[in-house]
Protein backbone atom coordinates (compact mmCIF):
# COMPACT_ATOMS: atom_id res chain seq x y z
CA UNK A 1 0.00 0.00 0.00
CA UNK A 2 2.59 2.66 0.96
CA UNK A 3 4.35 1.64 -2.67
CA UNK A 4 1.01 2.71 -4.01
CA UNK A 5 1.25 5.85 -2.33
CA UNK A 6 -0.33 5.17 0.91
CA UNK A 7 1.17 7.67 3.40
CA UNK A 8 -0.07 5.55 6.86
CA UNK A 9 -1.66 1.87 6.96
CA UNK A 10 -3.65 0.61 9.65
CA UNK A 11 -3.60 -3.12 9.57
CA UNK A 12 -4.22 -5.72 12.05
CA UNK A 13 -2.26 -8.41 13.14
CA UNK A 14 -4.66 -11.16 13.61
CA UNK A 15 -8.35 -11.51 13.34
CA UNK A 16 -11.29 -9.16 15.23
CA UNK A 17 -14.45 -9.46 14.67
CA UNK A 18 -15.80 -6.98 13.05
CA UNK A 19 -17.71 -5.00 16.40
CA UNK A 20 -14.76 -4.19 17.97
CA UNK A 21 -12.53 -3.33 14.71
CA UNK A 22 -16.06 -0.65 13.37
CA UNK A 23 -15.51 0.62 17.15
CA UNK A 24 -12.19 1.39 16.74
CA UNK A 25 -12.55 2.61 13.49
CA UNK A 26 -14.66 5.14 14.06
CA UNK A 27 -13.28 6.74 17.22
CA UNK A 28 -10.38 7.01 14.95
CA UNK A 29 -11.85 8.78 12.13
CA UNK A 30 -14.18 10.95 14.44
CA UNK A 31 -10.36 11.98 16.19
CA UNK A 32 -9.00 12.30 13.13
CA UNK A 33 -11.40 14.37 11.50
CA UNK A 34 -11.98 16.89 14.51
CA UNK A 35 -8.41 17.92 13.74
CA UNK A 36 -6.15 15.59 15.96
CA UNK A 37 -2.89 14.18 14.21
CA UNK A 38 -3.53 10.84 13.27
CA UNK A 39 -1.39 9.10 14.87
CA UNK A 40 -2.28 10.34 18.11
CA UNK A 41 -5.92 10.03 16.94
CA UNK A 42 -5.13 6.03 16.53
CA UNK A 43 -3.31 5.88 19.92
CA UNK A 44 -6.43 7.95 22.00
CA UNK A 45 -7.93 5.63 20.40
CA UNK A 46 -6.84 2.67 21.42
CA UNK A 47 -6.47 3.62 24.61
CA UNK A 48 -10.16 4.11 24.88
CA UNK A 49 -10.58 0.32 23.69
CA UNK A 50 -8.22 -0.38 26.52
CA UNK A 51 -10.15 1.14 29.17
CA UNK A 52 -13.38 -0.42 28.04
CA UNK A 53 -11.70 -3.98 26.80
CA UNK A 54 -8.64 -5.03 29.41
CA UNK A 55 -8.38 -7.87 27.73
CA UNK A 56 -5.63 -6.55 24.55
CA UNK A 57 -7.03 -8.95 21.32
CA UNK A 58 -9.62 -6.30 21.33
CA UNK A 59 -7.51 -3.55 20.43
CA UNK A 60 -3.93 -5.02 20.73
CA UNK A 61 -3.95 -6.48 17.09
CA UNK A 62 -4.21 -3.27 15.40
CA UNK A 63 -0.99 -1.41 14.16
CA UNK A 64 -0.24 1.83 12.20
CA UNK A 65 2.68 1.69 9.92
CA UNK A 66 3.88 5.26 8.08
CA UNK A 67 3.12 8.64 9.22
Keep these: FQ ?7 IMSLWKVSDLHTQELMTTF ?7 IPKR ?4 ESQMEMKEKYKYPYFWGSFVMAGN
Design 40 to 43: KAFI
Design 29 to 35: YTKWLSG
Design 3 to 9: QAGAKAV
